[in-house]
């Protein structure tokens, strides 16, 4: 069974950092694209970044191109997200994903999902 589990969210000021893990049991990520998403309150899910397993090319949404760095461990067998200067617009719940098939900015893509961390920005 894959399970996909998210951690690194909190609580930060404007202008300041997190990094967000994603651990995965079952699954090998090295041998799939993996992708983070986000989700506000009110809002559509949306696409943050994903980093394929070949190459480890990434991919960014344009909000966050420039702050956000998308990584993977493979000994750890985790995906990263490092968040910098971050804002409240990028308060959100976010969360991992690996990759299937098709478009990496598309949700359907992805089959297994985590549970989400939250990430609070406060003004």
């Known amino acids: 069974q894959v399970q996909l589990v998210e951690s690194g969210g909190g609580l930060v000021q404007a202008g300041g950092s997190l990094r967000l893990s994603c651990a995965a049991s079952g699954r090998t990520l090295s041998a799939y694209a993996t992708g983070w998403f986000r989700q506000a309150p009110g809002k559509e899910r949306e696409f943050v970044a994903a980093?394929?397993?070949?190459?480890?090319?990434?991919y960014y949404a344009d909000s966050v191109k420039g702050r956000f760095t998308i990584s993977r461990d493979n000994a750890k067998n985790t995906v990263d997200l490092q968040m910098n200067n971050l804002n409240p617009e990028d308060t959100a719940v976010y969360y991992c994903a690996t990759h299937r098939r098709g478009r990496f900015f598309e949700g359907g893509s992805y089959d297994y999902w985590g549970q989400g961390t939250q990430v609070t920005v406060s003004a």
């Open positions: 980093i394929q397993y070949i190459g480890s090319n990434r």
